[in-house]
């Protein structure tokens, strides 16, 4: 293999040891994400597809310090549940999973570990638990939705008058239209999109889902090589004396 794995699952063991024991590997992400309704025009695996295309881009960017161990593909999507199709794990077990991984790739020897988001439903869950998982697991633990890192200045891209960064990802809208134009466009249904009622997914291109993928990876490779650096630590709660 010429180039560096770029994903956990890609490599063997012996790989893995080498790179993890030879200090190599310094940072790990876990991408999670949601396979539900988007709308009647986008693929359903849109925000796991799109955050691991994220994660994906950061650690090229970063070879050889950063790997994606192996997303959670189906997030916390009880609210989309009156659209057949949708798939959700209920929150504790949504939690649980989480948890197990992150126990894992923690046992393989990382310290920096990124929970690196892809899906609005996963928030509050995850937030309500963050301090105790912080607290349980004693390492620079973070979590971010990807699109956490953009801003009002990023809105100038978009026409349908999408707000940023309090209307984001904001479901099956501009914005994740553009991001599907762009990296997955076999995902984007021409017809349903003109035919439903909600017309602001009609404003995308493949252009300024281009823009806004670079800006996000430019900026969560720098939120992450902070991490590495030792300059984004992750405050452990204290335990009551
Ligand atoms: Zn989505």
Redesign the pocket.
């Known amino acids: 293999m010429s180039a560096k794995a770029i994903r956990i699952g890609q490599m063997t063991r012996r790989e893995f040891r080498e790179r993890m024991q030879g200090g190599e590997l310094k940072a790990c992400i876990i991408p999670i994400a ?1 396979i ?1 309704q ?1 709308l009647e025009h ?1 693929a359903m695996e ?2 796991w597809r ?1 955050v691991t295309t994220v994660s994906e881009r950061i650690a090229n960017s970063l070879t050889p310090s950063v790997i994606v161990a192996e997303a959670i593909m189906v997030g916390v999507s009880e609210h989309h549940m009156t659209h057949a199709g949708t798939l959700t794990l209920r929150p504790g077990t949504f939690i649980a999973v989480l948890n197990d991984l992150i126990r894992s790739v923690i046992h393989a020897g990382f310290t920096n570990i990124l929970v690196l988001n ?3 439903g996963n928030i509050q869950p995850c937030e309500a638990i963050w301090d105790q998982f912080v607290r349980e697991f004693q390492v620079n633990l973070q979590f971010i939705s990807y699109w956490d890192v953009l801003t009002e200045e990023d809105a100038t891209l978009l026409k349908s008058g999408q707000r940023l960064p309090d209307d984001l ?4 809208q501009e914005f ?1 239209t553009a991001f599907a134009l762009s990296q997955f466009p076999e995902n984007v249904r021409d017809e349903a999109m003109r035919d439903q009622q909600d017309a602001s997914p009609l404003e995308a291109t493949a252009a300024q889902g281009d823009e806004f993928l670079e800006r996000i990876v430019n900026r969560l490779c720098g939120y992450l090589q902070e991490m590495i650096d030792g300059e984004r630590v992750a405050e452990i709660p204290p335990f009551h004396p």
């Open positions: 949601a539900e988007h986008l849109h925000d799109s892809g899906h609005g990802p904001g479901h099956a994740e």
